[in-house]
Each structure stands twice: as C-alpha cells, then as structure tokens.
C-alpha cells in the first residue's frame, strides 16, 4: 500500500482503534497489521508465499479486467476538484477542474497567457470528457491549442491539464 494511503487510513480509522493501538506510528501500525494478518510475533519470523502459476494469471486477469478498467479508476469515483498549475516562459496558466464520475463536470482556466481565442472555447471543448490522456487528446485533435494558450508549448498545456499528483 501507498505510504500516503497508509497515513490517511491510520487517520481517519484512529478513533475506531482500541487505544492501546491508536498512538503507532504510520511504520509501527504497518508491522503490527502484517503480524496480524501472517499470524506471527515477529516480522522475522513471517514466511514468503509464493504464488503457482494459476494463481499468478488470476490475479493477472483480475488486474486487467477490473483495477486497470477506466470505470473502476475514474468512472465511479466521487466529484473531485483538481488545481494545476504552473508558471511557464510565457506566463501562467492555472486550471481549475471539477470531476464528476471520471468526467470533466467544469473548467476554468485563468493566467497570464497571451492567446488569440477566448479561453471559454476551449474549456467548453473539454466538459463531459473522460479524464484521461486519450479521450482529452481525442476532443483536442482539431483544436490550435495556440490559439488559446499564445507561445506556450501544445505538450505542456496538455501535460498541466493531465497532471497526475
């Protein structure tokens, strides 16, 4: 698990925690959650599974055909609100992104940019995308990204607006 994961599940798991458990650090709750689960004492003691091959492409095929699917990604997860932004040669562009169901829901890009096209073109060309490279790409492809965003490079406008943090 993520170290990030990790901290945010001791956090707001905390107060569900018997107390002589509810002041570990993030590293002592890891241990004592692998002890649990391995049935042993000692980390040193724990022995390594290995999985046969049926097993291994299971987990493989799961894998694919459900946490690598967009929909179990970003299709059923909650609104969200997302800020990117970055100070280029060419000014500044901040994107302001509301998600909903995997989808761009709202759009609003401020900065100091010096494009030709009102910017509102091209957020409109964005709302009810998928989030994600291909499907923004896809509703970019006739789009002089220029136009909008001056001398500011094509690749990092799109690379801003797909930051992943």
């Known amino acids: 698990m993520h170290f ?84 280029f040669t060419q000014g500044t562009v901040d994107f302001r992104i509301t998600l909903e169901d995997g989808r761009i829901k709202g759009l609003k890009t401020y900065g100091d940019f010096f494009g030709q096209k009102a910017i509102a073109e091209f957020e409109q060309k964005l709302i009810g995308v998928r989030y994600d490279e291909q499907a923004i790409k896809d509703a970019l492809k006739d789009v002089q990204i220029s136009d909008y965003f001056g001398k500011i490079p094509e690749s990092d406008i799109l690379d801003l607006l797909l930051r992943q943090e």
């Open 4 to 87: 990030s994961a990790l901290f945010t599940c001791k956090i707001h798991l905390k107060p569900f925690f018997k107390p002589e458990y509810q002041n570990l650090t993030i590293e002592e709750f890891r241990d004592t959650l692998a002890k649990t689960i391995l049935g042993v004492d000692d980390l040193a003691d724990a022995k390594e599974y290995e999985l046969d091959d049926e097993t291994k492409k299971a987990v493989e095929q799961l894998n694919q055909s459900i946490f690598s699917n967009w929909d179990w990604i970003y299709g059923k997860s909650p609104k969200a609100a997302i800020q990117h932004r970055q100070h």
